[in-house]
């Protein structure tokens, strides 16, 4: 679209030239006597040699230059307006040169789980250079020795690279309900009969053992069990003392080491466990940069571990998890003691 400019009061409106592009498409078309005609495209010509490279330089009428006549005073503020308009042009110009690569960091941050397969300097090397921001070590599942090599290397390729640090969080495991082990995966089809027993070294195609407890006494009859992640999903029918018998509504693959909890409800159990003190300890001793705290159902646990680290005089971040339905009616107060969260869904 044509640009059209407003012009001071009294002074013809700018337009465009017939068939002009870029500056000389926002020349206003001047209208003043013919002998003065040579003498301002003239002053035009030595004016347009100059380069303006920033708005506010762009020439302006000189306040303090008074015109000789009504067509010198109209011939002077076209032209300055006309420079004005020149020198937006160009900083546009130059401004899509700018942009066209991104000055600023991005606020959304990269969280890549180390595992086996990106354990090694290569690969450490590879996730930081292509947008890895924090390194999470998932206590879950392997030991310190495997963690503190991960940690070493991070903070190898941190050394090198000041301008690209990445952060190291440390994930802990949580009171955290699992299936036992099974010989080999065993597929489940809708409406079998399972049971889930509190017994020891159970793996069978119909039964296997559960690693808590309390796990008969928190169910109840009616109650649905939700398996690895919510995968597969089980209806309490009946238990014992010591097992929990249930039909498969959702069937699948059952693996061994499963996650399982019932639908609405958690388990008993503290949300930092005494393994969990102990991977904290070993975090403190590598000054990682956050903890990730599973199943947090309320403020006090954050308060608590918190106090620990002030006595360590550890500087850790402590990121709650909010993972069952128990967290909800004390939401407000966990993201107010905590450093933020993040939601499994």
Not at 22 to 33: K, T
Not at 184 to 199: D, V
Not at 207 to 233: A, I, R
Not at 287 to 314: G, I, P, R, T, W
């Amino acid at each position: 679209m044509a640009a059209q400019v407003v012009a001071a009061a009294g002074t013809p409106v700018a337009r465009p030239l017939g068939g002009g592009s870029g500056a000389d498409a926002l020349r206003p078309a001047a209208r003043m006597p013919r002998e003065r005609r040579t003498g301002a495209v003239a002053a035009r010509g030595r004016r347009e040699s100059q380069v303006v490279s920033v708005i506010s330089r762009a020439p302006r009428p000189d306040a303090g230059v008074l015109p000789v006549s009504p067509d010198d005073d109209a011939a002077v503020k076209e032209e300055a307006n006309f420079q004005h308009l020149k020198a937006i042009q160009q900083l546009a110009t130059a401004a899509n040169g700018v942009w066209s690569k991104p000055n600023v960091r991005r606020k959304t941050k990269i969280v890549c789980t180390i595992g086996p397969s990106t354990n090694t300097r290569d690969m450490i090397w590879k996730l930081a250079e292509t947008g890895m921001n924090v390194a999470r070590l998932n206590m879950s599942h392997g030991d310190h020795a495997s963690h503190q090599k991960v940690i070493d290397l991070v903070k190898e390729y941190n050394a090198s690279h000041a301008d690209n640090v990445i952060a190291i969080m440390l994930d802990t495991k949580g009171p955290e309900v699992r299936s036992g082990d099974l010989p080999q995966p065993i597929f489940l089809e809708s409406g079998q009969e399972f049971t889930f027993t509190i017994k020891r070294g159970v793996g069978t195609d119909t039964c296997v053992s559960v690693n808590y407890d309390d796990f008969v006494n928190d169910v109840e009859v009616g109650d649905m069990l939700l398996v690895d992640g919510g995968m597969m999903s089980f209806l309490v029918k009946s238990k014992t003392e010591d097992s929990v018998k249930c039909e498969v509504i959702d069937g699948g693959e059952l693996k061994s080491r499963r996650h399982l909890n019932v639908r609405g409800k958690s388990a008993t159990l503290p949300s930092i466990t005494d393994k969990d003190w102990d991977d904290i300890k070993f975090g403190v001793d590598n000054q990682v940069d956050y903890y990730a705290v599973s199943f947090v159902k309320d403020a006090q646990v954050v308060h608590e571990l918190k106090d620990y680290l002030k006595s360590c005089n550890a500087d850790i971040h402590v990121i709650v998890k909010i993972e069952s339905a128990d967290s909800i009616p004390n939401l407000h107060s966990i993201i107010t003691a905590s450093d933020g969260l993040y939601a499994l869904v």
